[in-house]
Nanobody, 115 residues
Framework: HVQLVESGGGLVQPGGSLRLSCAVSGLTFRFYAMGWYRQAPGQQRELVAGITSGDRTNYADAVKGRFTISRDNAKSTVYLQMNSLKPEDTAVYYC?????????WGQGTQVTVSS
């Protein structure tokens, strides 16, 4: 079965950096697009960044120029490098993929940006 496991979250000061990882199993990773989403308390889950199987990327306006999504097909892992973090980036971050019309999500990793 498909599993996604995020890691790398934590507490960081404003202006700091974190790198999130999402290890994927249960599918042939290199064929699938991946996305990073986030959900802050009381808010809807929103797309942060996406990457296609061909390495095309897209970003939410709020993170452009600060966040970078990448993938390592040999490790079946997608990454989110987050730089110049702001308090408003505080959220639970999830990775997602879709297989045969079914969305698969990881369990999420908390990112807190605070001094």
């Amino acid at each position: 079965h498909v599993q996604l496991v995020e890691s790398g979250g934590g507490l960081v000061q404003p202006g700091g950096s974190l790198r999130l990882s999402c290890a994927v199993s249960g599918l042939t990773f290199r064929f699938y697009a991946m996305g990073w989403y986030r959900q802050a308390p009381g808010q809807q889950r929103e797309l942060v960044a996406g990457i296609t199987s061909g390495d095309r990327t897209n970003y939410a306006d709020a993170v452009k120029g600060r966040f970078t999504i990448s993938r390592d097909n040999a490790k079946s892992t997608v990454y989110l490098q987050m730089n110049s973090l702001k308090p408003e980036d505080t959220a639970v971050y999830y990775c997602k993929t879709a297989l045969l019309g079914v969305d698969y999500w990881g369990q999420g990793t908390q990112v807190t940006v605070s001094s």
